[in-house]
């Protein structure tokens, strides 16, 4: 027994003695592994008669659980000494400025439609939305479109495969579909705004095959071409910042009657002629008209009573022409360099 309280008393010297982690390791493989000094105390008990091996097993697990003990306290103990050894070694300077947190922006495209519906509601003009699959009557023959019209063909629309009646239906080409809706389901008067994307088959500097639009429909009696001009310009000066030399143009809309291009002075070159105005010194921006009264007689809304005018653009070219962006891809290639450039913190929105 004498010999196994030398052992205690040199396991336990030899467990303090460890200055690391690596140095206790090397003590308990010395004492508890598989050839340690403790494990050949405990291999002689199989050669012991019973009641030896009780009264030296007993022996022997007293001097292996003060081992263990002893181990697992000092083990503690080293870890805390090297972890605040490495704390020492990696000391940060807390009086440097911390990192700038990088926080995300919000895309010209989702500023914009919020810029455009701001200045819209102030004038009058409520929300509305509809579908963006869409049939051929909501899309084409409510809005006056003839069977003939070049949108109609495939080269120009999205078209679904038929459905289990032979309709096929189409990706809207336009946000007017909602005006459709609209004046279907309420009695006039009315001021709506539709914001939505739209589908078209194009694709180029200034064409994309998804990009969106707003357009602006009111239905009051009385209603005049002048009142329609007034809303524009209200419109282009709110959204621009600043008042704009605007022009109408006579053109021509299915759904519109008598219809105009809208176009403002170059808001580059001051009128001078540049590059972006194809020396023009005039910007196009958007197409109005008075409703045509087909549209009206298919909404079931009496145009001897009840005049209405609307116009319509894309988001992404009001955009353009306010923040100088020259591509219309570059708000779909989802560049960080871009967003970083022209995007909007959420407080400045």
């Known amino acids: 027994m004498s010999d196994l309280q030398n052992l205690q008393s040199d396991s336990l010297a030899a467990i303090q003695a460890a200055a690391n982690l690596d140095a206790l390791e090397e003590t308990r493989v010395k004492f508890l592994g598989k050839k340690g000094l403790i494990s ?3 291999q002689k008990l199989g050669k012991m008669s019973p009641d030896e091996r ?8 007293v001097v292996k659980e003060a081992f263990q003990s002893a181990l697992h306290s000092r083990k503690q ?3 805390e000494q090297a972890l605040e050894d490495q704390l020492s070694l990696e000391t940060q300077d807390m009086t440097l400025p911390a990192d700038a947190y990088q926080l995300g922006k ?7 439609i919020m810029e455009v519906g ?3 509601a102030r004038l009058g003009f409520s929300h509305a939305t509809g579908p963006e699959i869409e049939t051929d009557f909501y899309n084409f ?5 003839p069977e003939n019209h070049p949108a109609r063909q495939d080269h120009d629309t999205f078209y679904l495969k038929p459905d289990a009646s032979g309709e096929r239906k189409v990706l809207r080409t336009q946000t007017s579909n909602v005006q459709i809706h609209t004046m279907e389901k309420f009695e006039p008067p009315m001021r709506v705004m539709s914001i939505g994307r739209v589908f078209r088959k194009d694709s180029d500097v200034t064409h994309t095959p998804q990009f969106h639009q707003v357009e602006g429909l009111a239905i009051e009696k009385g209603l005049a071409f ?13 959204f621009f910042e600043k008042d704009v030399t605007m022009r109408m143009r006579p053109h021509y809309f299915p759904f519109t009657e008598p219809s105009a291009e809208v176009d403002i002075e170059c808001l580059f070159c001051k009128g001078d002629g540049c590059r972006i105005c194809k020396q023009s010194g005039w910007l196009e921006v958007l197409g109005s008209g008075m409703v045509h009264r087909n549209v009206l007689t298919h909404c079931q809304v009496d145009h001897t009573e009840w005049q209405g005018f609307a116009f319509g653009c894309g988001i992404e070219r009001l955009a353009m022409l306010k923040y100088g962006i020259n591509d219309l891809r570059l708000f779909y290639e989802s560049q960080a360099a871009f967003l970083k450039h022209f995007g909007k913190s959420v407080s400045q929105v």
């Open 118 to 120: 701001d200045i819209l």
């Open 106 to 112: 919000v895309h010209p495209v989702s500023y914009t």
């Open 54 to 61: 009780k009264e030296y097993g007993a022996a022997v697990n």
């Open 141 to 145: 023959t409510a809005l006056n479109i």
């Open 226 to 238: 002048a009142h329609l001009r007034g809303v524009l310009q209200k419109f282009l000066n709110d």
């Open 77 to 79: 103990t080293l870890e």
């Open 40 to 42: 050949a105390e405990m």
